[in-house]
């Protein structure tokens, strides 16, 4: 999925800890299925220059710019979202970045309450 915002400079981003899934049932030997996107909307999200990452993503436009969450499957435990713009003046205001966190907040609400593990910058 490549798409204009993905070259948009981030101005803040918070990653968030998903909770461990439980492992997949499985009815005939061999390694387990590898994880699946926790989100629906998540769109596969290639890497070209190393197509062993499975890279998940979700973009969406956001005030003067856009939302990308993305997930990766070899690391499963961690959303990261950005707040990106196609044209920044320094750094996003502090409410800036607060309404940031609650968008993302709001769209990862069918994973539950997720605790922040690092953001920037902190409201």
């Known amino acids: 999925m490549t798409s204009e915002y993905a070259h948009w400079p981030v101005l803040a981003w918070i990653r968030l800890r998903i909770p461990e899934m439980?492992?997949?049932?499985?009815?005939?030997?061999?390694?387990?299925?590898?994880p699946e996107p926790p989100l629906d909307e998540m769109l596969p999200a290639p890497i070209s220059t190393d197509p062993r990452r499975r890279l998940f993503a979700w973009e969406g436009a956001y005030e003067n710019g856009a939302i990308r969450i993305v997930w990766e499957a070899d690391n499963p435990s961690y959303l990261t979202a950005e707040y990106r713009e196609r044209v920044h003046a320094g750094r996003p205001t502090s409410e800036t970045v607060r309404r940031f966190w609650s968008a993302v907040k709001q769209h990862v609400q069918p994973l539950g309450t997720l605790p922040v593990e690092a953001a920037d910058p902190w409201p």
């Open 22 to 34: 439980p492992p997949a049932l499985m009815l005939i030997p061999g390694p387990p299925p590898p």
